[in-house]
Structures are given as structure tokens and as C-alpha cells.
């Protein structure tokens, strides 16, 4: 449908540009190559030279393992399509029959069922928003789902206030052009919205100080043991000495005793003396600066310290630990996810989509055991 039949309103405006900054550090724009930020970049030979993204908040570790743990311990968990028990008359049971059952086994052509929740749940702790494209068969059923580039969909309005969703074009998914979809065929699941209902906002938006900070740390602490380990200093000399001499000092010492020159002896003449100017490694106290962002960003994504390196495990608190994991950080984004999926295919009948928790806490010993 043409652009000129809608009153688009671009709700992305809504948001503060840090939070938009942040996304497009990552991502391209319409048509770009699908990036890996390394090894390779996905087929960077037809790119040209490409470097990777390290001053971008994924590059945190903390950040990716956030995304990474919360999208992986949920996309490993069956979404079923359940009905109640036909015989007993209590209870719920798989509807192993349903189309959708067929659809969430597998969502579209060049994605596993496993790879498409991690893509969905990815999407929305980086980004705030999740997309999904609905392309349905000639009945109107649901034939293939598919997740788009958020940085590429904007949510627009009709003068009524009716929703549709701006698609950029994509091959992947055979748009060929800018396309206008209505709300009834994207399914968006978003974080907390704190700017406009259509927007959601990414934790990073609170942790984008911290990930910052920590990949300042991380890049001055590589240039500093590329070195060696050798902090920066001067060349002082008893008296006034030439610029031309002062420069030939300068780049004999950096060639000679920096880098792997380091551990060189250097004879010095004519009083030079060497005065370091840097503090080193411990007195800079990295380890506990790079501690503190890590724990800032965990507690920002609600992933506790132990899913992050930061608190040693034993036999006997490692399954309460899960338990607690679950419900302060996993449980709300499993509710949302099945709240989208049983609003946008409409379920009725006693019909429901969600996830089969099993895998969760199936290493929970003294549960079972009593229940035997």
C-alpha cells in the first residue's frame, strides 16, 4: 500500500539518541550484508575492508553473555501447543495436531525452531523490539515466521490510529521493496516501554555507561601489555637539549625498548635519566573496575552473579540458584513471549501456546526423588 495513504509517524523519534546510537553501531542499513563482527564478517570479501565493532556495547563480555545466556537457556525450551485432557476431563495435553505445532517445529526455511527463539529473544534484549513477519497460505492460517532486522521495521499510525509496521525491503524474507504490513500479520514483543506503548527500550539503555567504561578499560589494558607491561614515561636531561636531538631520542627509545624490545638494557648518557609517568596494572586497580561494570550490567539484565563468573557454585546450592535464576530473570520474558504468541494467532477452545518448562529443572535431584 502507497506511503502517501498514511499519516506515518516515525515513534522512533520518541527516543533519546543514545538509545538509537547505540543500535546502529551494529547493524545496517537497508540492504546492508548481514554482519558477524568476526571471524570473517560474514562474507566480508564482498564488503571490502571491514574491522570489527569494538567500541560497541555487544562487545562487552558481560553484555553479550547476558543476551547470550537469557536467549540460549530459553530458546532450548519446547513451544507447545497444549489443549485440555479429552478423557480425564482434568489436566492439559500437547495438541500434537494443531498447525501450529507444525509451525513452531519449524518457523521458516533457513531457521531450526531453537535458532529462531534465540533470534527473537536477541533481538529484544539488544534492541528493545522484536518483529516477527507472519506470511500466511491461502486460507489465512500461519505457513512461516520470520524475524526481522528491528533496525529496519518503524511502527507508523493511520489518521484513525489503526498500526502498521514499515518494512524495509529484504531479500532474505522476499521483500523487494519498502512495504507496509499491517499489525495483524507482525507479531511485536517489546521490552518495557517507557517513551511510547509501540516502543520498547533495551536494558542497555541503563547499561551503556557501564559497557562503555568496560571496553575503555579492556582496550587501555591491551595497548598497555602490547607494551610490555612497560608504563610510558620521560627522558629528562640535566640541561636544555636541541629538538632535533630530543626527537632522535625519542624514536631510538620507542624502537629499541618499547613493544617486544622490552627487557633490552638501555645505556644512557650524558645524564638522561628514564621517569615513568604511568602507574601500573595493580595501582590502577583494573580488575575491580572491570568487576564493577560486569556486576552493573548483570544487575541491569536481572542475571545474577553466578551466571556471569562472578560467584562460586557448590553441589548443593546450584539447583536453588537455578530456581532463582528462573524467576527473576527468565520467568517474565517466558510470559511474555507466550502472551504474543496467544494474542496474534488468536487460540481459542482451551487452546494454549507456551513453554515447556522441563528442561529447566529437570537436574533438580531432591524434587525428583521425593516425588518418586
Given at each position: ?17 543514545l538509545?538509537?546510537?547505540l ?20 562474507q ?25 545466556n ?51 529473544l ?17 486460507r ?39 512495504t ?5 500479520d507482525?507479531l ?33 589494558s ?22 632535533a ?16 624490545g ?22 590502577s ?5 572491570l568487576r ?26 546450584s ?44 537436574l ?9
Amino acid at each position: 500500500m502507497a506511503a502517501s495513504k498514511f499519516n506515518t509517524m516515525r515513534l522512533k523519534a520518541y527516543l533519546p539518541v543514545l538509545v538509537q546510537s547505540l543500535f546502529s553501531s551494529l547493524w545496517g542499513g537497508v540492504g546492508a550484508t548481514p554482519r558477524e563482527t568476526y571471524p570473517g564478517e560474514w562474507q566480508s570479501a564482498s564488503r571490502g575492508t571491514a574491522t570489527p565493532q569494538r567500541k560497541s556495547p555487544l562487545a562487552h563480555s558481560a553484555v553479550y553473555t547476558c543476551i547470550n545466556n537469557i536467549a540460549s537457556d530459553i530458546s532450548k525450551l519446547p513451544l507447545r501447543v497444549m489443549r485440555p485432557r479429552a478423557k480425564e476431563g482434568t489436566g492439559r495435553e500437547p495438541h500434537v495436531h494443531h498447525p501450529l505445532t507444525r509451525l513452531f517445529a519449524k518457523p521458516n526455511h533457513y531457521q531450526t525452531s531453537l535458532q529462531f527463539l534465540q533470534h527473537y529473544l536477541g533481538s529484544k534484549l539488544w534492541t528493545g523490539n522484536t518483529y516477527v513477519l507472519l506470511f500466511r497460505d491461502a486460507r489465512g492460517v500461519v505457513e512461516s515466521m520470520h524475524a526481522l532486522d528491528p533496525t529496519t521495521v518503524t511502527p507508523s499510525l493511520t489518521s484513525d490510529g489503526s498500526v502498521w509496521y514499515l518494512v524495509k525491503a529484504d531479500g532474505l524474507n522476499k521483500l523487494r521493496e519498502d512495504t507496509y504490513v499491517p499489525a495483524r500479520d507482525i507479531l511485536h514483543d517489546r521490552a518495557i516501554t517507557l517513551f511510547h506503548p509501540l516502543i520498547g527500550v533495551s536494558p542497555l539503555y541503563a547499561a551503556a555507561v557501564s559497557a562503555s567504561i568496560g571496553n575503555s578499560i579492556s582496550s587501555n589494558s591491551e595497548n598497555f601489555f602490547q607494551n610490555m607491561s612497560r608504563a610510558s614515561g620521560t627522558l629528562t636531561a640535566p640541561g636544555e637539549i636541541p629538538q632535533a636531538t630530543a626527537d632522535r631520542l625519542k624514536k631510538e627509545w620507542d624502537g629499541n625498548y618499547s613493544g617486544l624490545g622490552f627487557g633490552k638494557v638501555a645505556v644512557l648518557g650524558s645524564g638522561l635519566e628514564w621517569k615513568p609517568l604511568t602507574i601500573n596494572a595493580s595501582d590502577s586497580q583494573l580488575i575491580e573496575q572491570l568487576r564493577f561494570t560486569v556486576e552493573d550490567i548483570g544487575r541491569v539484565y536481572r542475571v545474577p552473579s553466578f551466571m556471569l563468573g562472578e560467584t562460586k557454585l557448590t553441589y548443593r546450592n546450584s539447583e536453588q540458584l537455578a530456581r532463582m535464576y528462573y524467576q527473576g530473570c527468565l520467568s517474565y520474558h517466558i510470559e511474555a513471549a507466550e502472551q504474543c504468541f496467544n494474542q496474534k494467532f488468536e487460540v481459542s477452545g482451551g487452546v494454549e501456546i507456551e513453554f515447556d518448562l522441563s528442561p529447566l529443572f529437570r537436574l533438580e535431584t531432591d524434587l525428583r526423588y521425593d516425588t518418586h
